[in-house]
């Protein structure tokens, strides 16, 4: 059970917007920001978001982020294929004193 | 370029040892906090542990406290870990990430991971 709540899954046919959500508590997302990665199997995770809504150098423009709360979301507007792959977020737990991941939403581009 | 490469993983029977190394390049090591991240077959991505640029504070996740001790050594730009009494739940890609400044949180720089296997 992770710390961060995602859904599993999410999808959306090409030129779409999706979302993912990702829900935490006071002492995680509601005290720290929070950083998205997309991931493809035997590949290093890619730094897609930081501070909540910060994109580094080379991200799309397509992809958001936002934090309300406890709350965050990803947003990856006109949908590609090669956008399909997992989804982490992510950010530091001060009661755990350390950080915490979301369970992961695999993206599937229909 | 900022680069990150681990080295030291393999195959171990249950109870074994084993220590991971990741050398980085192209930045001042000593500046910046460095975490161990894992993914098991199967499952998400896991924080593991955490060290300060100075190596002063330490952080773990609970499944791995007091079995695993992260350490570095600044003057040759490497990290570790050392993991002993090894269980099959262990068996994952280990990667290593540098943490943002301020926010101890992993951030751009990732090594490609290398796969520890702990078998039964």
């Known amino acids: 059970q992770s710390v961060l709540t995602q859904p599993p899954s999410a999808s959306g046919t090409p030129g779409q917007r999706v979302t993912i959500s990702c829900s935490g508590t006071?002492?995680?997302?509601?005290?720290?920001?929070i950083y998205w990665y997309q991931h493809l199997p035997g590949t290093a995770p890619k730094l897609l978001m930081y501070?909540?809504?910060q994109r580094p150098s080379g991200v799309p423009d397509r992809f958001s982020g936002s934090k309300s709360g406890t709350s965050a979301s990803l947003d990856i507007s006109g949908l590609r294929s090669e956008d399909e792959a997992d989804y982490y977020c992510?950010?530091?737990?001060?009661?755990?004193?350390?950080?915490?991941f979301g369970g992961g939403t695999k993206l599937t581009v229909l | 370029e900022v680069l990150l490469l681990e080295s030291g993983g393999g195959s171990v029977q249950a109870g074994g040892s084993l220590r991971l190394s990741c050398v980085a390049s192209?930045?001042?090591?000593?500046?910046?906090?460095l975490s161990w991240v894992r993914q098991a077959p199967g499952n998400g991505l896991q924080w593991v542990s955490y060290?300060?640029?100075?190596?002063?504070?330490?952080s773990y996740t609970n499944s791995v406290r007091g079995r695993f001790t992260i350490s570095r050594d600044n003057s040759k730009s490497t990290l570790y870990l050392q993991m002993n009494s090894l269980r099959v739940d262990d068996t994952a890609i280990y990667y290593c990430?540098?943490?943002?400044?301020?926010?101890?949180?992993?951030?751009?720089?990732w090594g490609q991971g290398i796969l520890v296997t702990v078998s039964s």
């Open positions: 990430a540098r943490v943002d400044r301020l926010t101890s949180t992993t951030g751009l720089y």
């Open positions: 992510t950010t530091w737990d001060d009661s755990l004193s350390g950080q915490v």
């Open positions: 501070k909540n809504d």
């Open positions: 192209d930045f001042t090591f000593s500046a910046f906090g």
């Open positions: 060290i300060s640029g100075s190596g002063a504070t330490t």
């Open positions: 006071s002492s995680n997302i509601g005290s720290n920001y």
